[in-house]
């Protein structure tokens, strides 16, 4: 598979998962690892981060990115959610999306962050 082919049909397996999955956003880490790290290639991370900034681009799925501070510096991760689920920002999705909450679930994913 080319490196192209191999990103869209990264895309359509991530947008099916979360529109299979409308109602709450996932973070990218989730995502890779119920979709990215299943399939084939190398850095697939990052791969799985650019696919969904193409869906985001393309307004096939709804996108946040979020940054918190703590001791050693700066966290961040980014959220992503179905169309279908109706909303247009994360905090719509309800208070464990919101700050605080919000801010320990992206301190909890730092150590594995892209
Ligand atoms: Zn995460």
Redesign the pocket.
């Known amino acids: 598979m080319d490196a192209q082919s191999s990103m869209s049909s990264l895309m359509e397996k991530l947008q099916s998962y979360v529109d299979a999955h409308p109602t709450r956003p996932w ?4 995502l890779w690892d119920a979709v990215g790290s299943k399939h084939p290639g190398e850095d697939m991370l990052v791969e799985t981060q650019r696919s969904l900034n193409h869906l985001a681009r393309g307004g096939r799925i709804g996108a946040s990115g979020m940054m918190v501070e703590r001791g050693e510096g700066v966290c961040d ?1 980014w959220f992503y959610w179905s169309t279908k689920s109706g909303k247009k920002y994360l905090d719509e999705f309800g208070s464990k999306w919101q700050f605080p909450a919000l801010s320990e679930l ?1 301190k909890s ?1 730092c150590q594995h962050r892209v």
């Open positions: 973070c990218v880490h989730e991760d992206i994913h």
